[in-house]
Each structure stands twice: as structure tokens, then as C-alpha cells.
């Protein structure tokens, strides 16, 4: 299985919306809605912003969102602040006994 | 509710290695582990899940063979363990709670085990 494919950077001006791609196939994204994101700054561990595609964990404010659209599922951050700064990883379950992640989506907030 | 992973280590090539991951404020019984490595400068990767309610494992089958997954839930702590450690073993490990259907939501992380392996 290869990892899930996400452009290697994103970057947006405070206030604005950018979004983040992961596309797959349909043996992973495209075919279960168990599609998780999240967010690692620098020197620290990864933190969960969204999961099941679009659902948010506590604590995760709503300017971030998920959605799918085939095998390709989408974060996108809106009002962008300079805290968002950080690098984003998409997750997919693949079946079996099989979780992939993405390379990675260093966001850059100008 | 965290995670606690023991401190960096640093080893040569062909030594044994055992990390560790402690869990408190929750039942840890109750809940998969699941373990990520993220090579330097690199993205996140699935290594392996246990629970320790009955310590089935699930590997991932691009570390089968190379790492052993275990825990002890009488004390609340899963491992990762080496056999025989490789300079390509060098990387950040962590250790997070599952709380998803498909092994696929890491609500809780540890702060990450740094693992050195060098001559």
C-alpha cells in the first residue's frame, strides 16, 4: 500500500481559507469514510482535528472542515490565523489490518 | 487523560531496544494503542496497534517481522521493542490511543520517543 498522496505545501494569508488535499483510491478513502486529520507543529505530536471525514473532536474549532469527494477527501481551513502554521496529515483505513497516512502538508500562513 | 512515553535513547546498530508508553486517567484496558513512527524530517507512519484488554496486535505489513508490539496492562503500559536495531530504525516514536472503529482516530499521543541508532 503507498501512502496517501498530499501536495507537500499550502499557504494562506490571515482570514483566508486554504485547503488541503489527500487523495487515495478506492481501496482506502474512496471506499471507507474513515478519513482522519491531523495537525503536528514543530517538536511536537500530531493532534487530531478531524475524523470519520468530517467530524470534529472536542476542542477543534470549527474553522476547520472535511469532506470527501471520491477517493479524494479535503481539509480545508477557514480565517486562517498564525497559529494554523504547522504541518497537516490526512489518515485513511485500507482494510485489514491497514492504516495509511499521507506525506505530510506543510501550511504556511503569510 | 495522557500518555507517557519513556526518554530518548541513543544505541549502536545490532542492540536490543524496549520503549515504553504508560497510560493514565482512563481505563487502559478499554482502549487499541496504536504506535507511529516519523523518520527525521519526514510524515507519519502506521506501525502496529494492541489492546491490552486481551493483547491482540495488529501489524502493519511494513513492520511485520521487524518490531514486537506487547503490553502490560497491569501497569497500564504498552511497548515497542527491537530485536536488533538498524541505523534505519532512527527515528521519533509515539504511541497514541485509539479511539475509532478501524484503528483510524488518535485522540491521545505521547510526547514521543526519540530513538538514535548509530555507531
Known amino acids: 500500500q503507498s501512502a496517501l498522496t498530499q501536495p507537500p505545501s499550502a499557504s494562506g494569508s490571515p482570514g483566508q481559507s486554504v485547503t488541503i488535499s489527500c487523495a487515495g483510491t478506492?481501496?482506502?478513502?474512496?471506499?471507507?469514510?474513515?478519513v482522519s486529520w491531523y495537525q503536528q507543529h514543530p517538536g511536537k505530536a500530531p493532534k487530531l482535528m478531524i475524523y470519520?471525514?468530517?467530524k470534529w473532536p472536542s476542542g477543534v474549532p470549527d474553522r476547520f472542515s472535511g469532506s470527501k469527494s471520491g477517493n479524494t477527501a479535503s481539509l480545508t481551513v477557514s480565517g486562517l490565523q498564525a497559529e494554523d502554521e504547522a504541518d497537516y496529515y490526512c489518515?485513511?483505513?485500507?482494510?485489514?489490518?491497514?492504516?495509511?497516512f499521507g506525506g505530510g502538508t506543510k501550511l504556511t500562513v503569510l | 487523560v495522557q500518555l507517557v512515553q519513556s526518554g530518548a535513547e541513543v544505541k549502536k546498530p545490532g542492540e536490543s531496544l524496549k520503549i515504553s508508553c504508560k497510560g493514565s486517567?482512563?481505563?487502559?484496558?478499554?482502549?487499541?494503542i496504536g504506535w507511529v513512527r516519523q523518520m527525521p524530517g519526514k510524515g507519519l507512519e502506521w506501525m502496529g496497534i494492541?489492546?491490552?484488554?486481551?493483547?491482540?496486535?495488529r501489524y502493519s505489513p511494513s513492520f511485520q517481522g521487524q518490531v514486537t508490539i506487547s503490553a502490560d496492562r497491569s501497569i497500564s503500559t504498552a511497548y515497542l521493542q527491537w530485536s536488533s536495531l538498524k541505523a534505519s530504525d532512527t527515528a521519533m516514536y509515539y504511541c497514541?490511543?485509539?479511539?475509532?472503529?478501524?484503528?483510524?482516530?488518535?485522540?491521545?499521543w505521547g510526547q514521543g520517543t526519540l530513538v538514535t541508532v548509530s555507531s
Open positions: 497514541a490511543r485509539n479511539v475509532g472503529n478501524y484503528f483510524d482516530v488518535f485522540d491521545i
Open positions: 486517567g482512563y481505563s487502559f484496558t478499554s482502549y487499541w
Open positions: 494492541i489492546y491490552p484488554g486481551d493483547s491482540d496486535i
Open positions: 478506492s481501496s482506502d478513502v474512496g471506499g471507507y469514510n474513515y
Open positions: 470519520e471525514v468530517s
Open positions: 489518515s485513511s483505513f485500507a482494510g485489514s489490518n491497514i492504516l495509511l
